[in-house]
């Protein structure tokens, strides 16, 4: 048992008075409402990241549609604003299934707050509860599911997810690690997530195989997990049978009742919150912050991308077929310059980076010259077939006319795809230019299969315009 004396007498926002049954039971001595104490690091911190959810969740600029996509997401930024306001910590404790995870939350709390099962399948969801012993408000455990339970693919993704947006992370373990238990702390790792790892069940063990055990785990997660947060625990100890024997030889038998061993956990668990609770609640919030704006972030460029392709493919068609219709030689050149400019002037408000009519003629020009460079015989091509449409008629014109339409479709094709890298990329061109971008955006295209769509789609209106 912890010798409660010894604990420190404050917690950072946090003081301390004894309970009814005489135990320490740390009190709330700040309430969220005051001010920040901007002098001390941790507050700082702090009202960073509650600065930058605040920013994500007010952002007027993120699409409704984004939003509903990542409305779990969102509820997380909320239920972190909240945990900030009420200067709490939260404590995810997670596992293989029978491991004892739901064991070890009891003797922490005190009372079967969380269900236990040897059953595959009994914790569905996340589940959490006050640290009652510690802080009546203020540091919450959280149950997760088996990390292996049914379903598990999808039952361990909302663990880890569970894990990441909590401050502290108690991996449980009763034996050597699995590799899909390694696999997971790694990831934690990644997440820069602070874990205990904890090895449960010490009661089954000799001296002599918990140490070998120890010596197992700590080389297995040497640069994952720090040695000291390398703990044993015993949470629900099996029960003593006990044989006494009387003067005549007669044997009674009796069953006694061992207390859970969970010292060197809880002292770890407060020496951390001490020194460090605040902080690695600011960070996490940070880190949160950050994983869901670069969810945003992606999901707004999956959005811009689905409707610059179809913008991209009305001007292609409308160059396309303009080029192919038109009676009067090279002027169809012109109309389809003015055309690309039109092109790149809405693609830049798809990604909210407006400009203007003479931005956008100019990036057009830019982008001709490295096309020039790069594939001059298509150009050769679409003037010759303007020109040859001064001799030409009926359904040699039509071919004619297709050929060159094609050739329109895909040069817009392509100004639309260099256009739309410039734009993802902030209005730059990268590190190798224009000329590089134009290279691959061409190596990565399939120009006969492009140039044969377009022929066959400019043929259906032309024949349709004339029916």
């Known amino acids: 048992m912890i010798n409660w004396k010894k604990v420190p007498a404050t ?9 009814k049954n005489g135990k320490n039971n740390p009190a709330r001595a700040k309430k969220a409402d005051e001010p920040v104490n901007s002098s001390n ?5 702090l009202a960073i990241a509650r600065d930058s959810l605040s920013r994500l969740l007010d952002d007027e600029h993120i699409p409704q549609s984004v939003r509903d996509s990542l409305n779990e997401e969102y509820q997380g930024i909320q239920e972190l604003l909240d945990k900030i306001e009420n200067n709490e910590i939260h404590i995810a404790v997670m596992g293989r299934v029978s491991v004892g995870k739901s064991s070890l939350l009891k003797s922490l ?48 993704q909302l663990a880890i997810e569970a894990a990441v947006q909590a401050d502290l992370i108690i991996f449980v373990v009763d034996g050597d690690l699995t590799q899909s238990e390694l696999d997971s ?3 934690l790792h990644n997440q820069s997530s602070i874990v205990l790892l ?139 310059a003015a055309l690309d400019s039109a092109l790149v002037y809405h693609l830049s408000r798809v990604y909210d980076l407006p400009m203007s009519r003479r931005e956008s003629g100019k990036l057009v020009a830019a982008i001709f010259t490295q096309l020039a460079a790069l594939m001059g015989a298509v150009w050769t091509v679409h003037l010759a077939s303007s020109l040859l449409k001064l001799g030409s008629a009926g359904l040699s014109t039509i071919l004619t006319a297709s050929g060159q339409g094609a050739i329109a479709y895909y040069s817009t094709y392509l100004v639309g795809q260099i256009a739309e890298r410039y734009l993802e990329q902030g209005k730059a061109w990268g590190e190798g230019g224009a000329k590089q971008v134009a290279e691959e955006i061409m190596a990565g295209m399939d120009k006969d299969s492009i140039i044969e769509s377009a022929r066959e789609d400019i043929l259906l209106r032309i024949k349709g315009k004339k029916t």
């Open 11 to 19: 917690l950072s926002g946090w003081s301390w008075k004894p309970n």
């Open 41 to 45: 690091p941790s507050d700082h911190h």
């Open 109 to 156: 709390l005190g009372s079967q707050v969380f269900s236990t099962s040897p059953l595959h399948g009994e914790t569905r969801s996340v589940d959490r509860s006050a640290w009652q012993s510690y802080d009546s408000g203020g540091v919450f455990l959280i149950d997760t599911p088996g990390l292996d339970e049914a379903d598990g693919e999808q039952r361990e």
């Open 185 to 187: 702390l790694k990831t």
């Open 198 to 336: 904890v090895l449960n069940k010490t009661d089954r063990y000799s001296e002599h195989e918990q140490d070998a055990l120890l010596a197992s785990l700590r080389r297995h997660t040497k640069g994952i997990v720090e040695d000291e947060n390398i703990l044993t625990a015993s949470a629900a100890p099996s029960k003593q049978k006990l044989v006494q024997i009387d003067i005549a030889g007669n044997e009674t038998e009796s069953v006694r009742e061992i207390e859970p061993d969970v010292a060197l956990l809880t002292t770890r668990l407060w020496q951390i919150i001490e020194q460090d609770g605040r902080s690695l609640a600011a960070l996490n919030a940070s880190l949160f912050a950050s994983h869901v704006t670069d969810k945003v972030s992606a999901r707004i460029l999956e959005t811009r991308r689905a409707l610059a392709e179809k913008v991209i493919r009305y001007y292609c068609i409308a160059k396309g077929v303009s080029v192919a219709v038109n009676p009067i030689p090279l002027a169809d050149l012109v109309a389809a």
